[in-house]
């Protein structure tokens, strides 16, 4: 019971004390940093202020342009390119403009996983950053999945009950024995109910 207690509190407890120290940890799903770190692994990683906190080299966790799955790659470029609008009239994509005639420009990065031969196709706006990578935790991606999946809790939870139940059931037939072993006490539990059926009349 204490150990799948423990096991449970423990699985709880690590996300939120990355959280409270302003981190995140999130599992690695593919093999594309290798050997940095592999699937299975966990990253920690730190939200970043300002777009002057990334650095070529860096490793960073996005959501790619169209997508929703977060991607940990590394930087190999910053790039600032036009900032786009579609023409109402045309259609057309054109460069944005701002109130001096200056024309605007976004700040990019271009990335590209340690394994893989090539350059992610499209560049990232810093607005898609989850954030920099400050560790890589081995082998505790695989962990902190299966202990929040339903199979995990179950493993985690059911044991501990079932063994608070057998001991409840346990200690239940250990007073029933303990009474039919002790006359006294029958005679004393039949005086008991005499007196409060005299108590009922």
Same mark, same amino acid.
């Given at each position: 019971?204490?150990?799948?207690?423990?096991?449970? #509190?423990?699985?709880?407890?690590?996300?939120?004390?990355?959280?409270?120290?302003?981190?995140?940890?999130?599992?690695?799903?593919?093999?594309?940093?290798?050997?940095?770190?592999?699937?299975?692994?966990?990253?920690?990683?730190?939200?970043?202020? =300002?777009?002057?906190?990334?650095?070529?080299?860096?490793?960073?966790?996005?959501?790619?342009?169209?997508?929703?799955?977060?991607?940990?790659?590394?930087?190999?470029?910053?790039?600032?390119?036009?900032?786009?609008?579609?023409?109402?009239?045309?259609?057309?994509?054109?460069?944005?403009? +701002?109130?001096?005639?200056?024309?605007?420009?976004?700040?990019?990065?271009?990335?590209? +996983?340690?394994?893989?031969?090539?350059?992610?196709?499209?560049?990232?706006?810093?607005?898609?950053?989850?954030?920099?990578?400050?560790?890589?935790?081995?082998?505790?991606?695989?962990?902190?999945?299966?202990? +929040?999946?339903?199979?995990?809790?179950?493993?985690?939870?059911?044991?501990?009950?079932?063994?608070?139940?057998?001991?409840?059931?346990?200690?239940?037939?250990?007073?029933?024995?303990?009474?039919?072993?002790?006359? #006294?006490?029958?005679?004393?539990?039949?005086?008991?109910?005499?007196?409060?059926?005299?108590?009922? =009349?």
């Amino acid at each position: 019971m204490v150990i799948c207690g423990v096991a449970y #509190a423990t699985s709880l407890a690590v996300p939120l004390w990355f959280q409270a120290h302003q981190q995140r940890i999130l599992v690695v799903t593919s093999g594309s940093m290798a050997p940095k770190f592999d699937a299975g692994d966990a990253v920690v990683l730190r939200a970043i202020s =300002d777009e002057s906190d990334l650095k070529v080299g860096q490793v960073i966790s996005f959501w790619p342009m169209g997508s929703d799955e977060l991607v940990t790659h590394r930087i190999v470029a910053l790039r600032k390119l036009p900032d786009l609008r579609q023409d109402a009239a045309t259609g057309r994509m054109v460069q944005k403009v +701002g109130p001096d005639g200056e024309r605007l420009t976004k700040s990019y990065v271009v990335t590209k +996983g340690d394994a893989n031969a090539e350059a992610d196709v499209n560049a990232t706006p810093i607005g898609r950053i989850r954030g920099v990578q400050l560790a890589v935790h081995k082998g505790w991606g695989w962990v902190l999945q299966w202990a +929040g999946s339903a199979q995990g809790r179950a493993v985690m939870l059911v044991p501990p009950l079932l063994a608070l139940a057998t001991l409840e059931l346990l200690a239940m037939g250990d007073a029933r024995r303990a009474r039919r072993d002790h006359p #006294a006490s029958r005679r004393t539990d039949s005086a008991d109910r005499r007196v409060d059926e005299l108590l009922l =009349d």
